[in-house]
């Protein structure tokens, strides 16, 4: 028998409005990666989300992998990736963050390195810039995080929300470098103020899972929204309809371009052909907050078939 495993790693959303680089969720859509040791490298996509034409040396996957390997002076061995993906690339649903925590895992596993979950938050986060996406990938639930100038996150977990999900992802690419070239590089005193307030009292609602105030300010950034707004496709309009359906509140999914509402759950299917409807031009999806984090299982399988 010969060994493989299957690493599944939950996508994400991050900031929900004011709590800027430092405030994720991780969401029920999933990157899927089944690994086995290989004598050659080979990364098959298989997954319409992903792109076919595969050069493995510019692959993320394998680029991170054999990075975390050196760190631990050991050596990436070839593997053979099935991959698969509900995660769009450049929509704000942290396909990066989720690619690079995967990465991470595989090179722990066939490298044998025995990460600590202590471990994976501070690589994945160091790799990324920032810990928002790449903690609620790795722990799931809500993360609010904040990393050092050594790399060092530090991470308070929220667990079992109550609450649904829904994004409304257009059919356009936004990549963070170009969302992140509209931002100020500096605010004044009392605008800060005023935007630092409205992030903490972000926290405090989620860590007392106060849903309607959840909704109040995740609707009140003033650090990244304003600027980026012009960016994305049906906004204003997105938030405006989905406040009248019966949702908490909306904001940009990370960077955007894909907006995210939260809602009762009550709603669910209700909301979304409403604004499926509405917004034809967008995929709208109804999802939940993925409460397991990073997840591996190793699969036997008969090294002869």
């Not at 994720?24 to 290989?38: E, F, I, K, P, R």
């Not at 990736?81 to 895992?105: C, Q």
């Not at 500096?186 to 009292?201: C, K, P, V």
Request: proline share 5%; charged share 20%.
């Amino acid at each position: 028998m010969s060994k493989k495993w299957q690493i599944i790693v939950p996508g994400s959303t991050a900031n929900l409005g004011p709590g800027f680089d430092s405030i994720g969720l991780s969401l029920s859509l999933y990157l899927d990666l089944t690994v086995g040791l290989a004598d050659q490298w080979e990364i098959i996509h298989v997954s319409d989300h992903l792109p076919q034409d595969v050069v493995i040396e510019e692959h993320l996957i394998y680029m991170i992998a054999k990075e975390t390997a050196a760190r631990f002076n050991k050596e990436l061995p070839p593997c053979r990736i099935e991959m698969r993906s509900e995660l769009p690339y450049a929509r704000g649903l942290g396909s990066s963050a989720a690619a690079i925590v995967a990465a991470i895992e595989l090179a722990n596993l066939v490298c044998d390195l025995h990460l600590t979950t202590q471990d994976k938050l501070n690589i994945s986060s160091q790799i990324e810039g920032h810990p928002d996406n790449a903690t609620a990938s790795v722990l799931g639930g809500l993360t609010i995080s904040h990393m050092d100038e050594h790399g060092v996150v530090d991470t308070i977990h929220v667990k079992d929300l109550d609450a649904s999900f829904v994004v409304f992802i257009p059919d356009v690419e936004l990549k963070t470098s170009e969302a992140r070239r509209v931002l100020p590089e500096q605010f004044e005193r009392g605008y800060a103020i005023h935007a630092s307030a409205n992030a903490n009292m972000l926290a405090a609602s989620f860590i007392s899972k106060d849903y309607e105030r959840i909704g109040r300010y995740m609707e009140s950034d003033l650090f990244h929204e304003p600027f980026r707004s012009r960016l994305i496709p049906n906004f204003r309009e997105i938030k405006c309809a989905a406040k009248q359906a019966g949702a908490f509140g909306t904001a940009l999914s990370g960077a955007g371009p894909t907006v995210i509402s939260i809602i009762p759950n009550v709603l669910g299917e209700q909301f979304v052909l409403s604004m499926k409807k509405q917004f034809p031009t967008h995929e709208v999806l109804l999802t939940k907050a993925d409460h397991r984090g990073i997840y591996v299982k190793e699969v036997l399988t008969d090294i002869f078939t």
